[in-house]
């Protein structure tokens, strides 16, 4: 059966290239059973291997030709091999977190390849603590972030007793699950292409743009914060990438941050944006690359727009982005937080005036210059809107179990683009607040001294706020 690929998934295939693949990640880390033996991690692979149906949406890849008239369409595959999917690795000596995540960074590294369904899963095993890993990449014209935690969220339990279930990419009966609750932080990817289909389709919600519009450029062209960013400083960052990857991941107990911000008034995504920034300014400052103006970041948000009676019919909650000031140019944590927390609450406040469709117009104007640059490469031409993305996913608040192996750790694995060479996305994950960094490992050196910032600003924050 051929199915036409709506233009957001369009637009993911074809700004691929190879020194951008367009597939998001994850990395999870396990912990066997009481009792497992020494083959557990090979039985995690043997079972996730041979499920009984693979779910639709993991049977077809993209396809198009003069009998499509050029147009890009689903095909089923009609000689799909699950072994090519699902895959088992082992780690070589000493098995630390350093051998893992450079293991990711490679196999992150590559293309999927158009002629077979979208998509690759590794368990891994070699791990010194005994934990079994799995990483998967699924390219952004099937998922995205959310989309990717709802479906792994879908095969997990909160029974550690319980057995017999599929991998997320078998089909299956819907479960109940615990819905995540955000801390702040949403997926800009969670703006689907019925969304924006519907919100294209709301005439009478658009005649409020020009006055939305005006407003946000005024701030905009002032450098204050709002829905729209003009410009950014030129950075290490925001210059051509190369299709290599590096990855680093650490978690952080969420009690810590959310200490901080009770301490301060301040939100979990404040103190995550205030993390990043303090971690930025120092390594920017140890390359001597630290621009005298902020930093701006790209933030996902989610918002209650204002109603109307063509709003929505999911209740009119919409998703779009806020350009945040990091504040890098100040020397005191306690301004950075305090800094980024009036950012994001203007951002917000300027979003929230406005209608589901004039923020996805605005969110979809904010990204032109980032998404049209690589395309039509005008890198370098074209000035960066922001110099990095920092996103927040929720996951899974309670201990959560894939047939009695206790998942530990969620780590995502994003994507860099042509002038925007590092993506930092968060996830909440039993208790911790798990971060994964990608970039690229030509243009963004040293990749892993970030996590070090991170722990050290965290410590800093929290010496600001009295704790």
């Given amino acids: 059966m051929v199915n036409p690929i709506d233009p957001t998934a369009t637009g993911f295939l074809l700004a691929e290239n190879r020194n951008m693949p367009m597939h998001v990640g994850g990395l999870q880390l396990f912990e066997k059973p009481e009792g497992a033996g020494r083959g557990f991690a090979r039985e995690m692979y043997e079972q996730m291997r041979d499920v009984e149906q693979i779910a639709p949406l993991f049977l077809k ?77 699924t390219h952004h014209a099937l998922v995205d972030g959310v989309s990717a935690m709802r479906l792994l969220a879908d095969v997990l339990s909160t029974d550690p007793d319980e057995r017999d279930m599929p991998a997320f990419w078998g089909k299956q ?108 300014r120092t390594y920017l400052a140890d390359l001597d690359a630290l621009p005298e103006t902020s930093l701006i970041s790209m933030v996902p948000v989610g918002l209650n727009a204002k109603q109307s009676h063509l709003a929505s019919a999911d209740g009119g909650n919409a998703v779009g982005a806020v350009m945040v000031q990091l504040g890098t140019h100040l020397a005191d944590p306690a301004d950075r937080l305090s800094a980024i927390h009036r950012s994001m609450k203007d951002g917000k406040e300027s979003l929230s005036a406005m209608t589901p469709a004039q923020i996805l117009a605005m969110s979809a104007l904010g990204q032109a ?12 031409i074209v000035r960066p809107p922001y110099n990095l993305i920092v996103s927040n996913v929720p996951g899974p608040r309670t201990p959560h179990y894939w047939n009695g192996a206790r998942l530990t750790g969620t780590y995502p694995l994003s994507i860099p683009i042509n002038g925007m060479a590092l ?24 990749l892993q001294v970030l996590l070090q910032h991170l722990d050290d600003e965290l410590a800093a924050l929290e010496r600001a706020a009295g704790l």
């Fill in 61 to 137: 890849h993209p396809h198009r030709s003069a009998r499509t008239a050029g147009q890009l369409v689903w095909l089923p595959d009609e000689e799909f091999d699950v072994e090519h999917h699902v895959r088992h690795s082992a780690l070589p000596k000493p098995g630390r977190v350093r051998e893992l995540l450079e293991l990711c960074s490679r196999l992150h590294s590559t293309r999927l390849a158009w002629e077979r369904p979208l998509w690759e899963a590794t368990i891994i095993e070699g791990l010194r603590d005994g934990r079994v890993a799995m990483y998967t990449k």
């Fill in 173 to 280: 009966p819907s479960r109940r699950r615990e819905e995540p609750v955000s801390d702040g932080g949403a997926s800009l990817a969670d703006v689907s292409a019925t969304t924006v289909r519907t919100a294209l389709a709301l005439a009478s919600e658009a005649a409020g743009m020009p006055g939305a519009l005006i407003r946000t450029l005024n701030k905009s062209v002032r450098n204050e914060t709002s829905a729209l960013s003009l410009y950014a400083p030129r950075t290490m960052l925001n210059q051509s990438i190369t299709g290599s990857r590096r990855f680093a991941a650490q978690d952080w107990p969420v009690e810590r941050l959310r200490g901080v911000g009770k301490a301060t008034g301040t939100t979990i995504n404040d103190v995550v944006l205030a993390m990043v920034s303090g971690a930025m």
């Fill in 369 to 380: 210059p980032a998404i049209l640059g690589p395309i039509l490469r005008m890198q370098g």
């Fill in 423 to 446: 993506n930092i996305t968060c996830t909440s994950c039993d208790g911790k607040m798990c971060f994964g960094l990608t970039g690229c490992r030509r243009t963004v050196p040293h």
